[in-house]
């Protein structure tokens, strides 16, 4: 009965200095292991959005509508044409219009490029183009105005907007408005 009472506490001991340090060591390498196959399948399905991604863009549509977003090369006569089209659908008139440009180049950079370590490939400088109008209209107009820069498949950002009221008593609801957009080609 000693000797088996002497047994279990054997046991007990060796469970207790052996045996469940190792299960314990074991425990965290398979902690560890789930942790990087998690992360493996993560980046896989990255992989493969980004793959979809990329055969989306090489349709040749995809790259036209890309393209009328942001185009290739400074295009000024384009420009001008989308902000007249925008002005005049807007209900407002044009009295002054100018172009500084080509301004500053921004670099773009995707996250992918921000955690390779080759991102030569990956990130583009983009050209802007500031336009600056001085329009007279409604409010309405303005509002519309804006709705519809808003809306516009080239992109452009509105940099500054002040209005004053028309020096013409006879019109009240006509103002003067300063804008200054900002659109962006590719470099």
């Known amino acids: 009965m000693i000797a088996g ?27 560890q292991v789930f942790g990087k196959e998690t992360l493996i399948a993560n980046q896989k399905k990255n992989i493969d959005k980004i793959k979809a991604l990329i055969a989306t863009y090489n349709q040749a549509e995809n790259k036209e509508a890309i393209a009328s977003a942001l185009p290739i090369k400074q295009d000024d006569a384009g420009v001008l044409a989308q902000l007249k089209g925008i ?7 044009v009295q002054s219009l100018s172009f500084s440009g080509p ?17 030569q490939g990956l990130t583009r400088a983009l050209g802007t183009v500031r336009v600056q109008a001085q329009l007279a209209g409604t ?48 470099n």
């Open 5 to 31: 009472l002497a047994f279990i506490i054997g046991a007990f001991v060796v469970y207790i200095n052996l045996i469940r340090p190792l299960n314990d060591e074991t425990q965290d390498v398979k902690a």
């Open 103 to 119: 301004g500053a180049k921004i670099s773009v950079e995707t996250n992918a490029s921000r955690t390779a370590t080759s991102t």
């Open 87 to 93: 002005i005049e659908n807007s209900g407002l008139v």
């Open 139 to 186: 409010y309405e107009g303005l509002k519309k105005f804006l709705g519809n820069l808003e809306s516009n498949v080239r992109i452009f950002d509105l940099e500054s907007l002040s209005f004053a009221a028309s020096g013409d008593q006879g019109s009240r609801n006509v103002y003067n408005f300063s804008v200054t957009v900002v659109t962006y080609y590719q």
